[in-house]
């Protein structure tokens, strides 16, 4: 039972353009968002969140856009540098303060020089 | 000065075998957390202890056991090793209450023959 979906295994985009990962949700129980990057042999390191009651959030490079009536999440990245190359996780927190996070597949980024 | 640290990094070992990972932080941090990257790539929760006391523990067989001896190392214990526990296992730590910065450590490829 997959609540948290990366659909697109792969994203090729070249350097200085947008890089779009997006992510889907079914639970909606979930209060709170959050984008991971990890390289290879390294963990996920966090990157930016994001809560229910926001619709935007913005750091630096990175913007993450939330819609709640599509269960809908993506993270923006503008401009894509080739540093960014690596794979991206999408995970989500249910309400009720629980530690617990549940993570999509992940999207491997390659950003082309 | 790593933050949080795994040991061993790889480890092939053949079915039936018992065998630890060990895992420690140096943040301070009050919860730690281990999850299993399968072959599908999903990164899943297994256990979650908040200053040695245990407060995830998703299904998961009884052969693995974690064992906190202070709030900065969570050891994973697995006993009688089967070729599906194959996988990469990452090491987590939070503050408590903060589930967005989870930090987490580089990982432990197990392999199982």
């Known amino acids: 039972d997959q609540q948290v979906k990366q659909n697109s295994p792969s994203l090729s985009v070249q350097e200085g353009r947008i890089s779009i990962l997006n992510c889907d949700y079914t639970n909606s129980m979930f209060d709170y968002f959050l984008w991971y990057k990890k390289y290879p042999a390294e963990g996920p390191t966090f990157l930016i969140s994001i809560s229910s009651i926001k619709d935007k959030n913005e750091d630096g490079r990175f913007t993450v856009f939330l819609n709640k009536s599509a269960k809908h999440l993506s993270l923006h990245i503008v401009p894509s540098q080739p540093g960014d190359s690596a794979v991206y996780f999408c995970?989500?927190?249910?309400?009720?303060?629980?530690?617990?996070?549940?993570f999509g597949k992940g999207t491997k980024l390659t950003v082309n020089p | 000065d790593t933050a949080v640290s795994q040991t061993p990094k790889y480890l092939v070992t053949q079915m039936g075998n018992d065998k630890s990972i060990k895992c420690e932080q140096n943040?301070?941090?009050?919860?730690m957390y281990w999850y299993k990257q399968d072959s599908k790539k999903f990164l899943k929760i297994m256990f979650s202890?908040?200053?040695?006391?245990?407060?995830i523990n998703e299904t998961v067989p009884n052969r693995f056991s974690p064992k906190s001896p202070d709030k900065a190392h969570l050891n994973l214990h697995i006993n009688s090793l089967e070729l599906g526990d194959s996988a990469v296992y990452f090491c987590?730590?939070?503050?408590?209450?903060?589930?967005?910065?989870?930090?987490f450590g580089p990982g432990t490829r197990l392999t199982v023959t």
């Open positions: 987590a730590s939070s503050r408590r209450g903060s589930v967005d910065e989870q930090y």
């Open positions: 943040l301070g941090h009050d919860t």
């Open positions: 995970a989500a927190r249910s309400k009720g303060g629980s530690e617990k996070l549940v």
């Open positions: 202890y908040n200053n040695k006391e245990l407060i």
